[in-house]
Nanobody, 126 residues
Framework: QLQLVESGGGLVQPGGSLRLSCAAS????????VGWFRQAPGKGREGVAC????????NYAQSVAGRFTISRDNTKNTVSLQMNSLKPEDTAVYYC???????????????????WGQGTQVTVNS
């Protein structure tokens, strides 16, 4: 069964850090474009950070650029999102997604992403 499972969410104070992890099973992430997306209450899903299958295309949402970092660990078959300097507006459910094609351009929650995780809650609150 092909699936993605996120972990690492939680409650953190403003200015704090969290590291989200997305583990793949049933397929190898190193052949896939991967992305992190989020959905805040009452809002649509938005792209956070995307990394293409080749690694040549890396895109961040303007709101997180310089604070968040996406990375892939092929030995562990995971993709991570390091989130620093967190703000209350970063509060959302975070999802990882993957697809076996080279995805270029802006990071958007496109239906081209075939596999999605179930999401992990991140709450930034003092």
């Amino acid at each position: 069964q092909l699936q993605l499972v996120e972990s690492g969410g939680g409650l953190v104070q403003p200015g704090g850090s969290l590291r989200l992890s997305c583990a793949a099973s049933g397929f190898s992430l190193d052949d896939y474009s991967v992305g992190w997306f989020r959905q805040a209450p009452g809002k649509g899903r938005e792209g956070v950070a995307c990394l293409s299958s080749s690694g040549r295309n890396l895109n961040y949402a303007q709101s997180v650029a310089g604070r968040f970092t996406i990375s892939r660990d092929n030995t562990k078959n995971t993709v991570s999102l390091q989130m620093n300097s967190l703000k209350p507006e970063d509060t959302a459910v975070y999802y990882c997604a993957a697809v076996a094609v080279e995805v270029v351009g802006a990071c958007r929650p496109s239906p081209v992403y075939r596999y999605w995780g179930q999401g992990t809650q991140v709450t930034v609150n003092s």
